[in-house]
């Protein structure tokens, strides 16, 4: 029975939260493309030196929103592995199936989403199922949080929140952004609870040349514990705390 619910979930909501959400179903309201590089030299659970290559997507539509990224990851050994994550997310409010926050568009909550997240490695794939709050909070850009199940492909299930945030701000006329996410996910038999958190303190250098859209320059800084949902040990350490060369323009 939990595998046949199990199977609904992924394909009923994923595919439903995935067709609202892509820009092909609705109004796009906003959306950014963009290419980064960073560079480290203290990453855990492998090479310790790494250079990657992402891409990502985001967009606002009529139906609710969506962001995707894909890491093209090349260690110093001369490997390279791909990961990417594709989240849409379906607005309860827009598509006026539920409305919790103020009419008035002053108050703290900003909507509710039905949530999902596929992620692709190498040999594997998980799912991600569950709901969303959208905050309003002075001077932020966007404030998220999301809850969900985890459908593990070579792990047990568990659960897993995400917080996501924005926060752009000037310095002597020069215009930085700081953003980024903390994903938490709970123990079960075979990993222990992990803490991932990634952040990016950019500056627009963009702004200086009169580009139209943003030129980044700055530092990525990720702090893992429990790297993977592998307990760090002296044998085996996974807690990673790493600081890496950013660079990234939007287009």
Same mark, same amino acid.
């Given at each position: 029975m939990m595998r046949i619910i199990k199977l609904y979930c992924?394909?009923?909501?994923?595919?439903?939260?995935?067709? /609202?959400?892509?820009?092909?179903s609705a109004e796009i309201l906003?959306?950014? /493309?963009?290419?980064? /590089?960073?560079k480290g030299n203290h990453y855990r659970?492998?090479?310790?030196?790494r250079e990657v290559y992402t891409f990502e997507y985001a967009a606002s539509t009529s139906w609710g929103d969506s962001f995707m990224f894909w890491d093209h990851v090349i260690a110093s050994s001369g490997t390279s592995t791909n990961y990417g994550e594709w989240s849409p997310?379906?607005?309860?409010?827009?598509n006026k199936l539920l409305c919790l926050q103020q009419a008035d568009e002053q108050g703290w909550l900003k909507d509710t989403m039905l949530s999902a997240t596929i992620e692709m490695g190498e040999g594997f794939t998980n799912y991600l199922y569950g709901v969303g709050l959208q905050f309003r909070v002075p001077g932020f850009r966007y404030a998220n949080l999301d809850f969900y199940r985890r459908d593990n492909d070579e792990t047990e299930d568990n659960w897993q929140t995400t917080f996501t945030w924005a /926060?752009?701000?000037?310095?002597?006329?020069?215009v930085f952004l700081y953003d980024?996410?903390?994903?938490?996910f709970s123990t079960t038999q075979d990993q222990r609870s992990s803490l991932h958190w990634t952040s990016q303190l950019k500056w627009n250098l963009g702004e200086n040349f009169k580009l139209n859209s943003p030129l980044y320059i700055g530092v990525e800084y990720t702090y893992w514990h429990n790297k993977f949902g592998i307990k760090d040990s002296e044998a085996f350490p996974t807690d990673e705390s790493n600081a890496n060369?950013?660079?990234?323009?939007h287009f």
């Open positions: 992924r394909h009923v909501l994923v595919v439903m939260v995935a067709a /609202y959400s892509m820009p092909a906003w959306q950014t /493309y963009s290419v980064s /590089y960073l659970v492998g090479d310790p030196q997310r379906l607005s309860l409010c827009k /926060y752009p701000f000037e310095v002597a006329g020069q980024g996410f903390v994903d938490w060369l950013l660079i990234k323009w």
